[in-house]
């Protein structure tokens, strides 16, 4: 099957079944290859896992080599916000091809995203019908929560993982994010990394496969 989105995808060993699937989503200007890194840690403790890193569904305004997944050269919230729906749009596009390519439901599926592409995780995971098994957020924040509230449906389990010293997206945005979740009910857990700034460090990236470990019960 060709998806909606052109897609790096690392698949388990020859002959291991796929039971569950990990979408990773890119930070501006990055692509699928970049975020793919995670996946040499990751796999062998998730053997039965696929994990899929599409690439955006736009070329970078900023770094035309990389993807957005919504155009950051305006300061105009309204803007952001409307650029960041259709990305979701096209991300529920992609989500719904993986299902019915891989026979997998919403509790098979962890949403993993790096800073835009956690965004977009944190509201894809809150959005949809069904929740997920988890959504993992590195270093991301909450696009717009009055338009987040409105729209809630599902309460995936969330972690939130952020450098104390991240120099693109402030830190506060970590603890605005948790108090936004933990008033709205939905289970979250946030870890402020020391020492860190705009990357997933090794400790983000343990934290991370403990917690998406955990939610598929491996």
């Not at 990751?42 to 896992?49: G, K, V, Y």
């Not at 309204?78 to 749009?89: C, G, P, V």
């Not at 096209?90 to 091809?97: A, P, S, Y």
Request: net charge negative; hydrophobic share 35%; charged share 20%.
């Amino acid at each position: 099957m060709t998806f909606c989105l052109n897609t790096k995808i690392i698949s388990p060993e020859k002959n291991i079944s796929i039971n569950n699937a990990v979408i990773l989503l890119h930070g501006y200007g990055g692509d699928g290859n970049d975020i793919s890194a995670l996946t040499l840690s990751w796999q062998r403790f998730l053997p039965n896992t696929i994990f899929l890193c599409p690439d955006g569904h736009e070329p970078c305004e900023i770094n035309p080599s990389g993807f957005q997944w919504f155009d950051l050269t305006k300061d105009d919230h309204e803007y952001i916000l409307d650029q960041s729906i259709t990305a979701e749009k096209k991300l529920n596009q992609f989500i719904e091809e993986i299902k019915l390519e891989y026979k997998l439901e919403n509790h098979q599926i962890c949403l993993c995203g790096f800073s835009q592409g956690s965004m977009l995780s944190i509201n894809l995971g809150l959005t949809h019908d069904e929740s997920f098994s988890s959504v993992v957020g590195f270093s991301g924040k909450i696009i717009n929560k009055n338009n987040l509230l409105k729209r809630l449906k599902s309460k995936t389990k969330i972690l939130l993982i952020h450098g104390d010293q991240d120099e693109i997206v402030n830190s506060t945005n970590l603890l605005e994010a948790k108090d936004f979740l933990v008033r709205n009910n939905i289970p979250v857990e946030a870890n402020m990394i020391k020492n860190c700034g705009h990357h997933i460090s090794v400790e983000a990236s343990s934290l991370a496969l403990k917690f998406i470990k955990k939610n598929f019960k491996i």
